[in-house]
């Protein structure tokens, strides 16, 4: 048993997994035989093939939860990521159904009301909900830099000015990301999610965004100030770096404690690679 599992209160996890690369970093820092995956359907990328796994759609609240139990659970984490889904087309079952009106009800306050009813409905059936960021300790960012790539004082405007933004759209629970260049709001996340925002980016007029060969740009992430962080924590990696890159930016601002990074090494070699920043300031900054 891992460090980060004797201090644990739970003894076998189902780890709820949707896309990216989280789920993965999450299997690697745990004992494989205390843990048991739900493969979201439509969402997971990892096919799981070398763990104990199941495989349920996120509108089969029963069925999980069944499988949890029957598997011995008594705890729950939710991590990678997962799009609002259609609704109507949504394959549900009793429990989903009976839980759907509460969820519909509090979509209309935003995600992070929505997060707390599935939070709370797992809660209810004795499930401790566990964060991402309590099992990856060692992935949590602290105050400071990633890489060698210092971010000259055009960039630090930036990085004030996307940190800013972030938190007001945080507040109205829109979401987590804004990328700001030369003082100008060039996108703000709000259901599209951080990549396709950064797409959206690199498909502007080249006037209004940097290039590899003359970087200009800050992506801010962080959580908002009202969210369930044991269930939608900020997350960067590779890609969002790569992304980063084509957009032309020149870096990266993340909130100490109030992100995750997935596969670190990595994403310091794709930043000293391709020449961009990632520094993580204090939430007061």
């Known amino acids: 048993m891992t460090d980060t599992q004797s201090a644990a209160s739970w003894t076998r996890l189902g780890l709820i997994a949707g896309g990216g690369g989280l789920p993965r970093e999450i299997l690697n820092a745990l004992d494989p035989q205390s843990v048991l ?9 990892d096919p799981f093939d070398d763990i104990e796994h199941v495989e349920h759609s996120v509108g089969e609240i029963g069925a999980i939860t069944r499988s949890l139990i029957s598997a011995g659970c008594d705890a729950v984490c939710f991590a990678g990521y997962v799009t609002r889904p259609d609704f109507k087309a949504l394959r549900l079952d009793g429990a989903g159904l009976k839980l759907l009106p509460r969820v519909l009800a509090a979509g209309r306050k935003g995600d992070d009301a ?20 309590s099992l990856l300790a060692r992935n949590r960012l602290e105050a400071g830099r990633l890489g060698r790539i210092e971010p000259d004082a055009n960039a630090q405007a930036d990085a004030d000015k996307a940190m800013h933004v972030a938190a007001e759209i945080g507040r109205l629970d829109i979401g987590q990301g804004a990328v700001v260049a030369d003082g100008l709001v060039l996108a703000v996340e709000a259901q599209e999610g951080t990549n396709a925002m950064l797409e959206r980016v690199a498909g502007l007029p080249a006037a209004l965004r940097g290039s590899p060969d003359e970087r200009r740009g800050v992506l801010a992430k962080r959580p908002k100030p009202i969210q369930e962080r044991r269930i939608d924590m900020p997350v960067v990696g590779v890609d969002t770096v790569r992304l980063c890159d084509a957009a032309g930016l020149a870096g990266i601002v993340l909130e100490a404690g109030g992100a995750l990074v997935v596969d670190r090494e990595a994403v310091i070699r794709e930043l000293d690679a391709r020449g961009l920043f990632l520094v993580v300031r204090d939430a007061e900054a």
Not at 37 to 43: D, H, N, S, W
Not at 120 to 128: D, H, I, M, S, V
């Open 37 to 45: 995956v739900i493969r979201l359907k439509g969402f997971a990328d």
């Open 114 to 133: 929505i997060l707390r009813v599935v939070v709370e409905a797992f809660e209810r059936e004795g499930l401790t909900v566990v964060g991402a960021d």
